[in-house]
């Protein structure tokens, strides 16, 4: 039943991390260092489609997790914010400009997905826990990045837009929620 539950009540040196519990040098740090992951993250990236398949998402999805709500918000929010005036995004652009092309939803996604991760995750910390959360935060990513994606594209039709921007992507996506809820699980684990 351990593996149905949503919560482990098993506290987590992991758990130091979220929030108001670390001291403010290592909030900022992980702040920081999920940016620049994302960042990193961008840069590995396949175009099969109009929309890149990359690992970002993995630093989007980890933020939420480790960092809490507030934090992995801040996290995504400066990996915006560098992409402002560096070029961190996927593909050769950035700048304000950046945020009109096709991929503008899924990237001011990314703050309100590990907003949502973060949230939820504070109550739900098992890996079903964990893998629930992070499926909450892709479908709010997700929901942006279709949204926007139908009316950048100008797709005649939503279905076009469902599936260029979000149907093309399950399995990948899928793939990167379980690792993400896994590997964080595992962490949880680890430093018990």
Same mark, same amino acid.
């Given at each position: 039943?351990?593996?149905?539950?949503?919560?482990?009540?098993?506290?987590?040196?992991?758990?130091?991390?979220?929030?108001? $519990?670390?001291?403010?040098?290592? $909030?900022?740090?992980?702040?920081?260092?999920?940016?620049?992951?994302?960042?990193?993250?961008?840069?590995?990236?396949?175009? @099969?489609?109009?929309?890149?398949?990359? @690992? $970002?998402?993995? %630093?989007?999805?980890?933020?939420?997790?480790?960092?809490?709500?507030?934090?992995?918000?801040?996290?995504? +929010?400066?990996?915006?914010? #560098?992409? @402002?005036?560096?070029?961190?995004? %996927?593909?050769?652009?950035?700048?304000?400009?950046? *945020?009109?092309? #096709?991929?503008?939803?899924?990237?001011?996604?990314?703050?309100? +997905?590990?907003?949502?991760?973060?949230?939820?995750?504070?109550?739900?910390?098992?890996?079903?826990?964990? *893998? #629930?959360?992070?499926? %909450?935060?892709?479908?709010?990513?997700?929901?942006?990045?279709?949204?926007?994606?139908?009316?950048?594209?100008?797709? %005649?039709?939503?279905?076009?837009?469902?599936?260029?921007?979000?149907?093309?992507?399950?399995?990948?996506?899928?793939?990167?929620?379980?690792?993400?809820?896994?590997?964080?699980?595992?962490?949880?684990?680890?430093?018990?």
């Amino acid at each position: 039943m351990a593996t149905l539950s949503l919560r482990s009540s098993r506290p987590s040196a992991l758990d130091r991390l979220r929030g108001d $519990q670390a001291s403010l040098a290592l $909030q900022v740090a992980g702040v920081v260092s999920f940016a620049l992951l994302a960042a990193l993250g961008a840069q590995l990236r396949i175009y @099969l489609w109009e929309v890149p398949i990359t @690992l $970002q998402t993995l %630093a989007v999805y980890g933020s939420g997790l480790v960092l809490g709500r507030r934090n992995g918000l801040l996290a995504m +929010a400066l990996y915006l914010g #560098l992409g @402002l005036v560096l070029p961190v995004f %996927a593909g050769d652009g950035y700048g304000p400009a950046y *945020f009109l092309g #096709l991929t503008g939803g899924y990237l001011l996604g990314y703050p309100l +997905a590990a907003w949502t991760i973060g949230t939820l995750s504070a109550r739900w910390n098992s890996l079903l826990g964990s *893998f #629930l959360a992070v499926m %909450a935060g892709s479908v709010v990513l997700f929901t942006c990045g279709v949204v926007w994606l139908h009316f950048a594209a100008g797709h %005649a039709t939503w279905t076009e837009s469902i599936v260029n921007g979000w149907l093309k992507f399950v399995v990948w996506d899928l793939t990167k929620v379980a690792l993400v809820a896994t590997v964080y699980t595992g962490a949880r684990r680890l430093l018990r």
